[in-house]
């Protein structure tokens, strides 16, 4: 089965979803995810979909409760990059993603990841 | 040929300037005339007599042999249709032609008064189905005009604007429906993209109404930029349209509002970092 390489870049897992993705590729992607964050005990997340132009209600989902889990396990999770017909589609389909943060690219998500970062550690 | 095209086909050729004549007269006599009347008629009367002496069927206008009475009255409806002429006044020219016809039937057939009756009924049909036909055409061209308007009204009532570096806004004006919601989606997140802007104004100064089905609108929007990566002010609220949102119940929390574009334009500078500061001379 196709997975979804998971990269590591300090404290930061970063995912860029390059294909179509089929359910049981998203949920490998979650199993991994969710293990990864557990071992390097990552506290950020970054989802690219940039590449990502046909998502159905399953995919997400899928998007809100990989962000969902990453919260439990102490991470922050960015979506970046998302494509208008793709950010169209699931205001129609009715999912919000409440409690995901977006960015507009990747330079600006691990922006983001860097300032909550450093908020932990003045915390 | 047939009998009776015979008959219509000796009548059309035995004068046919005193025909045309006798056919603008009317056609002014009870209505307005346009300049390119007498042009017309001699062109229709051409058609007309072609497609009669190759012996076309006088019942059935929609078949081959009249295609080219029939685009000669589509060109003409088109044109009337464009210049803004009436639809009774295109159809009223059509329909004169009966005049000099029947005038013409009635001087060669005048002694047989059964065969001139069924003449002039033959003839009567085949006008009002010219008639006819030449009404459709006049109205489903106008309607292209109407579709095209509609369509550039659409078009022109939604342009995304940039404020300032990072900073975009839509002016929206008239009525907010699925159809313009759509495309107003559609444009901001493009130049969203475009521009890498992370701030979105969407003014609404010039929407008359907002109804729970435009404040759903609305939402849908603001949650798209929002997954974007984006973020939403709504400026241009009146005051009036603020009490029917409160007093509707409609729930616009999450999303900053502001009462002017000066006010938006004002956060928006702040947000992204920017000190405005005035030079007193």
Redesign the interface.
Same mark, same amino acid.
Request: one cysteine or more; a negative charge; aromatic letters at 4%.
């Given at each position: 089965m196709e997975r979804i390489p998971i990269l590591k870049m300090g404290r930061v897992l970063l995912v860029t979803i390059q294909v179509d993705l089929q359910d049981q590729v998203a949920l490998g992607l979650q199993d991994d995810l969710s293990a990864r964050i557990e071992q390097t005990g990552a506290n950020g997340v970054l989802i690219d979909i940039s590449a990502l132009e046909i998502v159905d209600s399953f995919v997400g989902r899928m998007l809100a409760s990989i962000s969902g889990i990453a919260t439990v396990l102490d991470a922050t999770t960015v $979506? $970046?990059?998302?494509?208008?017909a793709?950010?169209?589609t699931? $205001?129609?389909l009715g999912l919000?993603?409440e409690g995901v943060r977006?960015?507009?690219?990747v330079e600006?998500?691990m922006a983001m990841l860097a300032v909550d970062d450093r908020n932990r550690i003045d915390d | 040929m047939k009998q009776e095209n015979a008959v219509f086909d000796q009548v059309l050729k035995a004068s046919p300037e005193e025909f045309i004549k006798t056919w603008v007269s009317e056609v002014a006599a009870t209505g307005s005339v346009s300049g390119s009347a007498q042009n017309d008629a001699r062109e229709l009367f051409a058609a007309i007599q072609a497609n009669i002496a190759s012996d076309a069927d006088l019942n059935r206008i929609d078949g081959d042999a009249w295609a080219r009475t029939r685009s000669v009255l589509a060109a003409l409806s088109q044109s009337r249709a464009a210049q803004g002429a009436s639809a009774g006044d295109t159809n009223h020219f059509v329909m004169s032609i009966k005049k000099p016809l029947f005038d013409a039937l009635q001087k060669d057939l005048g002694a047989d008064a059964r065969g001139a009756l069924q003449a002039v009924w033959l003839a009567s049909t085949l006008i009002d189905k010219l008639a006819q036909f030449t009404a459709t055409t006049y109205q489903r061209s106008r309607e292209d005009v109407i579709q095209r308007q509609q369509q550039e009204l659409l078009e022109l009532s939604t342009p995304v604007v940039k404020l300032w570096e990072g900073v975009l806004a839509v002016p929206m004006i008239g009525t907010l429906d699925s159809s313009r919601t759509?495309l107003v989606? +559609?444009s901001l997140?493009?130049r969203?993209?475009e521009t890498?802007s +992370?701030l979105a104004i969407i003014d609404i100064t010039g929407v008359p109404t907002v109804d729970t089905l435009v404040a759903q609108h609305l939402l849908?929007t603001v949650?798209?930029?929002?997954?974007?990566?984006?973020d939403c002010i709504i400026s241009g609220i009146r005051p009036q349209i603020a009490q029917t949102i409160v007093h509707l119940g409609i729930d616009l929390q999450g999303i900053v509002t502001k009462a002017t574009l000066a006010d938006a334009l004002q956060l928006a500078m702040k947000k992204a970092g920017f000190v405005i500061t005035r030079n007193k001379a």
């Amino acid at each position: 089965m196709e997975r979804i390489p998971i990269l590591k870049m300090g404290r930061v897992l970063l995912v860029t979803i390059q294909v179509d993705l089929q359910d049981q590729v998203a949920l490998g992607l979650q199993d991994d995810l969710s293990a990864r964050i557990e071992q390097t005990g990552a506290n950020g997340v970054l989802i690219d979909i940039s590449a990502l132009e046909i998502v159905d209600s399953f995919v997400g989902r899928m998007l809100a409760s990989i962000s969902g889990i990453a919260t439990v396990l102490d991470a922050t999770t960015v $979506v $970046v990059g998302m494509q208008p017909a793709v950010a169209i589609t699931l $205001v129609e389909l009715g999912l919000s993603l409440e409690g995901v943060r977006t960015a507009l690219n990747v330079e600006r998500g691990m922006a983001m990841l860097a300032v909550d970062d450093r908020n932990r550690i003045d915390d | 040929m047939k009998q009776e095209n015979a008959v219509f086909d000796q009548v059309l050729k035995a004068s046919p300037e005193e025909f045309i004549k006798t056919w603008v007269s009317e056609v002014a006599a009870t209505g307005s005339v346009s300049g390119s009347a007498q042009n017309d008629a001699r062109e229709l009367f051409a058609a007309i007599q072609a497609n009669i002496a190759s012996d076309a069927d006088l019942n059935r206008i929609d078949g081959d042999a009249w295609a080219r009475t029939r685009s000669v009255l589509a060109a003409l409806s088109q044109s009337r249709a464009a210049q803004g002429a009436s639809a009774g006044d295109t159809n009223h020219f059509v329909m004169s032609i009966k005049k000099p016809l029947f005038d013409a039937l009635q001087k060669d057939l005048g002694a047989d008064a059964r065969g001139a009756l069924q003449a002039v009924w033959l003839a009567s049909t085949l006008i009002d189905k010219l008639a006819q036909f030449t009404a459709t055409t006049y109205q489903r061209s106008r309607e292209d005009v109407i579709q095209r308007q509609q369509q550039e009204l659409l078009e022109l009532s939604t342009p995304v604007v940039k404020l300032w570096e990072g900073v975009l806004a839509v002016p929206m004006i008239g009525t907010l429906d699925s159809s313009r919601t759509q495309l107003v989606m +559609e444009s901001l997140l493009t130049r969203i993209v475009e521009t890498g802007s +992370e701030l979105a104004i969407i003014d609404i100064t010039g929407v008359p109404t907002v109804d729970t089905l435009v404040a759903q609108h609305l939402l849908k929007t603001v949650t798209a930029i929002r997954l974007m990566g984006a973020d939403c002010i709504i400026s241009g609220i009146r005051p009036q349209i603020a009490q029917t949102i409160v007093h509707l119940g409609i729930d616009l929390q999450g999303i900053v509002t502001k009462a002017t574009l000066a006010d938006a334009l004002q956060l928006a500078m702040k947000k992204a970092g920017f000190v405005i500061t005035r030079n007193k001379a």
